[in-house]
């Protein structure tokens, strides 16, 4: 009798009745359960799959007593027959430039992290207090990344290590708080300094999420709007005075937002004052502007440094995340932000 293959939202999902299998040196095979039959390509998309030698980090592989293959993760102590690298398959590239997207909208910091063990590698992090810069800390950390937490409240960042400790397991020697206030020039400079004396050799990750929204036009002590001067500016020259630990394969991250694209400017290459001017000054126009500095500035130092094997990216950390950053602006705009807005 013939076994159709029914249609499915997903190309990658299985048949009913076919399961996935591994082989010890990488090797995915598929079994319809229906007749035992073995086969090495996928029974819907006709692809050859294949999986990492090695098990993901937090996972070791024992016997049971009937000396079947078991898996264990160490963190959860959760025990499974099924082999933990199955959760990475990817189709097997006929060509160097094949590419298929694994993560999408709905993907979190812990699937993508999945099975990476960042032990040996050294990250700074602004504003990770609460929020996105949190949940990438918690994530970092979970998989045995040395992390500085770059912070204007000392307080509140110890209250965060102790909480991604108790969440993580991660050893708290692995955490470290380091004052940071962007909105003045010589604290950058000094929180620089500091890193350079704690991480000496070399810095993996440089996560430049901190940031403010909606504030009034406010100077800093370095006589420059303060949103302009958190959001971009002493960012940018956070990233230019570490630039000595950044070496060939470190990843530079400037967290920006789709606001970058209510930005004013129409041409950032003609000499101007890029700070909001005090006069008519608008909250949002300011914020996006900051916002699309992050964005061009990432393309330069991409370009500059490429050659040094630095990877530089700007990103959109998504909307309605859960976040602090609203808390700084008044309460029209926490409304307006709340408020639903329709898709163009």
Request: net charge neutral; charged share 20%.
């Amino acid at each position: 009798m013939h076994n159709a293959i029914l249609d499915s939202d997903s190309e990658d999902e299985l048949p009913l009745g076919w399961v996935e299998r591994s082989t010890e040196d990488g090797n995915v095979y598929f079994v319809n359960t229906s007749n035992n039959r073995t086969q090495w390509t996928h029974p819907r998309t006709g692809q050859k799959k294949v999986i990492p030698k090695d098990l993901p980090f937090g996972w070791t592989k024992t016997m049971d007593a009937n000396e079947k293959p078991l898996y264990v993760h160490l963190e959860t102590g959760n025990k499974t027959y099924v082999d933990p690298r199955l959760a990475f398959a990817t189709t097997e590239k006929k060509h160097v430039h094949d590419f298929r997207q694994r993560f999408d909208g709905s993907t979190t910091a812990f699937q993508v992290l999945h099975g990476v063990d960042l032990s040996g590698k050294y990250a700074v992090i602004t504003g990770c207090n609460a929020g996105i810069g949190y949940e990438t800390a918690k994530s970092l950390a979970r998989h045995g990344c040395n992390i500085l937490l770059a912070n204007r409240n000392m307080e509140a960042t110890q209250v965060a290590i102790e909480k991604i400790v108790k969440e993580t397991n991660a050893s708290d020697e692995n955490l470290k708080a380091i004052h940071l206030d962007l909105s003045s020039l010589k604290s950058v400079k000094q929180c620089a300094r500091a890193v350079k004396t704690v991480f000496s050799d070399h810095i993996d990750i440089l996560i430049l999420n901190a940031g403010v929204f909606g504030l009034p036009y406010e100077e800093t002590e370095d006589k420059l709007d303060r949103t302009f001067q958190v959001n971009h500016l002493s960012h940018m020259y956070f990233t230019l005075l570490l630039e000595p630990l950044l070496k060939n394969g470190s990843r530079v991250v400037f967290v920006s937002s789709e606001s970058h694209r209510t930005a004013s400017l129409t041409n950032v290459f003609v000499k101007q004052n890029l700070a909001h001017p005090k006069d008519n000054y608008s909250a949002m126009i300011a914020y996006g502007n900051s916002k699309l500095y992050n964005v061009i500035t990432a393309m330069v130092l991409s370009e500059e440094w490429k050659h040094k094997g630095i990877c530089v990216n700007s990103l959109h950390p998504g909307n309605m995340v859960s976040t602090n950053l609203q808390n700084s602006c008044n309460k029209l705009l926490q409304l307006q932000c709340m408020w639903p807005q329709p898709l163009n």
